[in-house]
């Protein structure tokens, strides 16, 4: 009767437990996490790349040692040295723009006396010096010199070898 005895009382237990498991509220499942929404992000507007620019262009027969024409002429002997001095400038005076420069010095009938190109890194304001000579002397007559930035024709200049 020990067995019966205790048998009684763990049953009685158990149901009670199953009863009491099964009147137990379930816990809400939480609702699903919204989806995402992916809030587009402000652009900046990429900064405009910096330009270069020639700002001027003399002539003349000699420069110093900043590239700068010391006295602006436009008539000159035929056996000067010609020197064409362009000013540059850059949109942004810290930015470094690479830029072709270049000078065409033609004579009055269009042939090309001389032609000269020069890849260069242009900050600020700068100056570059092109020029052109001839020992035995240039013919007389009238010239011109054609200044380019990147293949475009930017500045021109007559002058005159008497």
């Given at each position: 009767?020990?067995?019966?005895?205790?048998?009684?009382?763990?049953?009685?237990?158990?149901?009670?437990?199953?009863?009491?498991?099964?009147?137990?509220?379930?816990?809400?499942?939480?609702?699903?996490?919204?989806?995402?929404?992916?809030?587009?992000?402000?652009?900046?507007?990429?900064?405009?790349?910096?330009?270069?620019?020639?700002?001027?262009?003399?002539?003349?027969?000699a420069v110093?040692?900043?590239?700068?024409?010391?006295?602006?002429?436009?008539?000159?002997?035929?056996?000067?040295?010609?020197?064409?001095?362009?000013?540059?400038?850059?949109?942004?005076?810290?930015?470094?723009?690479?830029?072709?420069?270049?000078a065409k010095?033609?004579?009055?009938?269009?042939?090309?006396?001389?032609?000269?190109?020069?890849d260069l890194?242009?900050?600020?304001?700068?100056?570059?010096?092109?020029?052109?000579?001839?020992?035995?002397?240039?013919?007389?007559?009238?010239?011109?010199?054609?200044?380019?930035?990147?293949?475009?024709?930017?500045?021109?200049?007559?002058?005159?070898?008497?």
């Amino acid at each position: 009767m020990s067995r019966t005895r205790l048998l009684y009382p763990l049953s009685a237990a158990l149901a009670a437990a199953l009863v009491l498991s099964a009147c137990k509220k379930p816990e809400p499942t939480p609702p699903p996490a919204p989806p995402a929404t992916s809030e587009p992000t402000p652009m900046t507007p990429p900064a405009a790349a910096a330009t270069a620019a020639v700002t001027s262009l003399e002539l003349g027969n000699a420069v110093g040692a900043d590239n700068r024409v010391a006295a602006p002429a436009t008539t000159f002997a035929p056996k000067d040295t010609i020197f064409a001095s362009v000013a540059t400038r850059t949109s942004d005076a810290m930015a470094t723009v690479p830029g072709k420069l270049a000078a065409k010095w033609t004579f009055q009938d269009g042939q090309t006396v001389h032609e000269e190109a020069r890849d260069l890194s242009l900050t600020g304001d700068g100056t570059t010096a092109f020029q052109i000579s001839k020992p035995d002397g240039f013919p007389v007559g009238r010239y011109k010199v054609e200044i380019s930035l990147d293949g475009s024709v930017v500045q021109s200049k007559e002058f005159e070898v008497k």
